[in-house]
């Protein structure tokens, strides 16, 4: 008798390891960090008014990405008027907090000034526009933000080039140029196009990859394609193999890869089937993330489930997030936490 061999041992191993519990008190941070991950949360200028959330946010989080504060309307209020106020301070805090900063976002066919969409302007003088802001902004956080979402939603469900003020103005090398500009304003920060719906094969996800693709034969500096990974249950989270798929394609033009938005919205009143779904969501992501080694950044839409932008966007969803109304942390947050350990300690390295 060989008695149980190699094999049968190694699966009493897995097994073994895999049952141990994660030790108390390890955060998401420290198991991501161990896994060469970022892991954040998008946050408000609100949430840093508090020394406890402030604590939290840093224990737990590497990443933060200003969830309003850099988009147009609130940072470019008026034509010859920049509000700094909410994004300095969550550079501060993100700075004395050892995390890294994604700004979010340059250009966006949402949230902008009315004094910029309600006026017609030469492509000129949009152009000169695009570039003042750019150069203001990136150029204010040079060497400070590591990652801007330079361009966001820029595609269409249908996979044409979605019909904003934006391509009215310039036409579509707005896209070039607005990366053109980043990177003059900060060529060490690393440059991403942004949009939802990539997790999904489809004619959005193929228009995206060839668009990139194209920029990169072109020259263009682009650094990461960004998730975002909204999701909506009872739609479901594409399985890992699957969407590792999707982020090979990027791995493969030689660029990184982040999941920049990510939360898992359920129907209200949810129960405790839709949170173990939620956490199966959650889990798919996370290990197909860590099956790329360009996959290095992942970020949640907000951390409470209580304070996330899916009620207001999408009435009758909610619950979307890793800890729930009490800031008690949900079954997703304990499953991830599980993922993490059991990949550190038991998975293959990356490939
Ligand atoms: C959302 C914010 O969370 C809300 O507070 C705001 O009212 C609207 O925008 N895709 C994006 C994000 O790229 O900027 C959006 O954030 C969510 C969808």
């Given at each position: 008798?060989?008695g ?11 097994v073994?390891?895999a049952?141990?519990p994660?030790p108390d008190g390890?955060?998401l ?7 060469g ?18 604590e939290?946010l ?20 008026e ?10 301070l ?5 700075e004395?907090?050892?995390?890294i900063?994604?700004g979010?976002?340059l250009?966006?066919h949402?949230?902008n ?10 492509r000129d003088?949009?152009?000169?526009l ?9 150029g ?5 933000v590591?990652?801007?979402?330079v361009?966001?939603?820029a ?11 934006w ?13 053109e ?10 440059l991403y196009?942004n ?5 999904r ?5 193929d228009a995206?990859?060839?668009?990139v693709?194209?920029l990169?034969?072109?020259g263009?500096?682009?650094?990461g394609?960004?998730?975002?990974m909204?999701?909506l249950?009872?739609e479901l ?11 090979v394609?990027?791995?493969?033009l ?10 898992v919205?359920l ?5 405790a089937d ?9 889990d798919?992501?996370?290990m197909?993330?860590l099956?790329?080694?360009e996959c290095?950044t ?14 207001a ?7 979307a ?13 304990t499953?991830l ?14 490939p």
């Open positions: 008798m060989r149980i061999g190699v094999v049968g041992s190694l699966a009493i191993v897995l073994v390891a049952c141990e994660v390890v955060t941070r420290t198991l991501a960090g161990d896994r991950r970022h892991i954040g949360t998008a946050v408000e200028p609100s949430h840093l008014a508090s020394a406890q959330t402030v939290f840093a224990a737990e989080f590497s990443v933060v990405t200003a969830e309003n504060a850099l988009k147009w309307g609130p940072v470019h209020p034509r010859d008027r920049y509000d700094f106020d909410a994004a300095d969550i550079v501060a805090t993100a004395a907090s050892d995390q900063v994604r979010h976002t250009v966006w949402r949230q000034p009315a004094w910029l969409v309600s006026t017609v302007w030469t003088e949009a152009i000169a695009l570039e003042t802001h750019i150069a203001t902004v990136v204010r956080y040079r060497g400070r590591a990652h801007w979402d361009v966001n939603e595609i269409a469900d249908d996979g044409s080039m979605r019909d904003t003020f391509l009215r103005a310039i036409g579509p090398d707005y896209v070039t140029l607005a990366f500009f980043a990177h003059a304003a900060d060529p060490g920060a690393l196009y949009d939802y719906l990539l997790e094969a489809g004619p959005k996800a995206v990859h060839a668009l693709s194209g990169l034969a072109d263009v500096p682009i650094h394609i960004g998730y975002q909204h999701v249950v009872p989270m594409p399985e890992p193999a699957a969407l590792r798929r999707e982020f394609r990027y791995a493969d030689g660029i990184r890869v982040a999941i920049t938005e990510m939360d919205a129907i209200l009143p949810s129960d839709d949170l173990g779904r939620q956490a199966d969501a959650y798919n992501a996370i197909a993330c099956g790329v080694a290095d992942i970020v949640f839409w907000g951390w409470r489930d209580d304070d996330s932008w899916i009620e966007e999408f009435p009758g969803f909610g619950d997030l890793l800890f729930d109304r009490a800031g008690r942390p949900k079954p997703v947050y499953r936490r599980g993922v993490l350990w059991w990949n550190l300690h038991v998975a293959a390295p990356d």
